[in-house]
Structure formats: structure tokens, C-alpha cells
């Protein structure tokens, strides 16, 4: 599917559809579905999910009290430190760098996802091609 610059759909879709996919019942990750759908290590400190429940941002925090807050879009938005409860400013953050730490976060929970028997990702390329441009 053609996507815009840095879309990443496929974590988008991991959370906004966290109730209805497969969630492998690791020791070190829980699930958290308390009006929001959040992916969280054992400790809490570490997590990604969306913020509000109609689905318009994310939030990644990296276990050193770094918030990063992203659009559907996955445009770093905002970015705190929360020990000193201050922002950091948004272009000195490495935005490829912090992704690549959520995929690997989450990459248990979508490694475990079982492949369909009908391929149905042109359905989803025409469904959701406008959204993610």
C-alpha cells in the first residue's frame, strides 16, 4: 500500500485492534483495555498505546520517563520528560530511532499474529488508502 513518510499503519492497527487479535500471554507484557488499548511491560514504566479512546494519538513511554506522543499519522507531536516534567524540543528527537524501539517492543505480540488463509490486504489497501497517505 502507498503510504506517506513515516506511516506506520501496521502499528496502528496493532493497537486500535488490540481487543480482536491474538495477545500471547508473556510474563513480561500486560494488556491494559481501561478505556484506552495500551501494550505494557511488567514494571509499567515501559508501554505503547493510544490515548484516547476515539483512537486520535499515541503514546509511546521508553522506561526512562520519555513520553512520546504521535498523530495517526505517527508525527512526533510532543515529547516530556517526565522526572523533570519538562518538554523536550520535538526536532531533537530522533523520531526513526524512537519507531524502531516500539516495533521491537511490541514485535512479541505481532510476531505471534497468525497468517490469514485468504489474503485480504488489497481489501485493506482500498479501505484505508486515504488514511494513510
Same mark, same amino acid.
Given at each position: 500500500?502507498?503510504?506517506?513518510?513515516?506511516?506506520?499503519?501496521?502499528?496502528?492497527?496493532?493497537?486500535?485492534?488490540?481487543? !480482536?487479535?491474538? /495477545?500471547?500471554?508473556?510474563? !513480561?507484557? /500486560?494488556? *491494559?483495555?481501561?478505556? +484506552?488499548? *495500551?501494550?505494557?511491560?511488567?514494571?509499567?514504566? /515501559?508501554?505503547?498505546?493510544?490515548?484516547?479512546?476515539?483512537? +486520535?494519538?499515541?503514546?509511546?513511554?521508553?522506561?526512562?520517563?520519555?513520553?512520546?506522543?504521535?498523530?495517526?499519522?505517527?508525527?512526533?507531536?510532543?515529547?516530556?520528560?517526565?522526572? =523533570?516534567? %519538562? +518538554?523536550?524540543?520535538?526536532?531533537?528527537?530522533?523520531?526513526?530511532?524512537?519507531? %524502531? %524501539?516500539?516495533?521491537?517492543?511490541?514485535?512479541?505480540? +505481532?510476531?505471534?499474529?497468525? /497468517?490469514?488463509?485468504?489474503?485480504?490486504? !488489497?481489501?485493506?489497501? !482500498?479501505?484505508?488508502? *486515504?488514511?494513510? =497517505?
Amino acid at each position: 500500500m502507498p503510504r506517506g513518510e513515516s506511516q506506520k499503519p501496521e502499528l496502528v492497527m496493532l493497537i486500535d485492534n488490540l481487543d !480482536w487479535i491474538y /495477545k500471547p500471554n508473556a510474563e !513480561w507484557i /500486560k494488556y *491494559d483495555f481501561d478505556g +484506552t488499548r *495500551d501494550i505494557i511491560n511488567e514494571t509499567g514504566s /515501559k508501554g505503547f498505546g493510544n490515548i484516547y479512546s476515539d483512537e +486520535t494519538e499515541y503514546a509511546y513511554s521508553n522506561g526512562d520517563s520519555i513520553v512520546y506522543r504521535f498523530t495517526k499519522n505517527f508525527e512526533l507531536k510532543h515529547v516530556t520528560r517526565l522526572r =523533570k516534567m %519538562e +518538554t523536550v524540543d520535538v526536532s531533537s528527537v530522533d523520531k526513526n530511532k524512537v519507531i %524502531e %524501539e516500539i516495533e521491537q517492543f511490541v514485535k512479541p505480540v +505481532t510476531d505471534e499474529q497468525t /497468517k490469514p488463509l485468504i489474503d485480504l490486504q !488489497w481489501l485493506f489497501n !482500498w479501505l484505508y488508502q *486515504d488514511e494513510f =497517505k
